[in-house]
C-alpha cells in the first residue's frame, strides 16, 4: 500500500509559478514509477507528467512540456511538479499518483495508487 498526500496548490495569477509536492508513504517508494494528473470542473481526470523510479527518465504532456518539470527524491518519499508560465487553462485539481509499471505511461488505468488533490487555481 502507498499513500499519497500532495500539497503545494494555491490562487496565482498567469505568468506565476507554483511548486506542487506529494509526500508518499511505505518503503518502497523509490520502486514506483510517479505521475502527476489535472482534472479541471466538467472534464475528465488528464495525464500531466510521469518520473521514473531513478528520476532518470520523464515524460510530459504537450501542455506540460517545456513549462512543467517533474522530480523525485528518494530519499525524501517525495515528488515535486514545479509549474512556471501559469495559465488560467491550467486551473484544476492536481493529483499525485503512483504505478509499479516501471515505464512512464500517461494512462491514469496503470496508476494504482492516488492522492487527494490539490487545488490549483490561476487568475487572468
Known amino acids: 500500500q502507498v499513500q499519497l498526500v500532495e500539497s503545494g496548490g494555491g490562487l496565482v495569477q498567469a505568468g506565476s509559478s507554483l511548486t506542487l509536492s506529494c509526500v508518499a508513504s511505505?518503503?518502497?517508494?523509490?520502486?514506483?514509477?510517479m505521475g502527476w494528473f489535472r482534472q479541471a470542473p466538467g472534464k475528465e481526470r488528464e495525464f500531466v507528467a510521469a518520473i521514473g523510479w531513478s528520476g532518470g527518465i520523464t515524460n510530459y504532456a504537450d501542455s506540460a512540456k517545456g513549462r512543467f518539470t517533474i522530480s523525485r527524491d528518494n530519499a525524501k518519499n517525495t515528488v515535486y511538479l514545479k509549474m512556471n508560465s501559469l495559465k488560467p487553462e491550467d486551473t484544476a485539481v492536481y493529483y499525485c499518483?503512483?504505478?509499479?509499471?516501471?515505464?512512464?505511461?500517461?494512462?491514469?488505468?496503470?496508476?494504482?495508487?492516488w492522492g487527494q488533490g490539490t487545488q490549483v487555481t490561476v487568475s487572468s
Open positions: 511505505g518503503r518502497t517508494f523509490s520502486s514506483y514509477t
Open positions: 499518483a503512483a504505478t509499479s509499471t516501471p515505464i512512464t505511461t500517461m494512462s491514469r488505468a496503470f496508476y494504482s495508487y
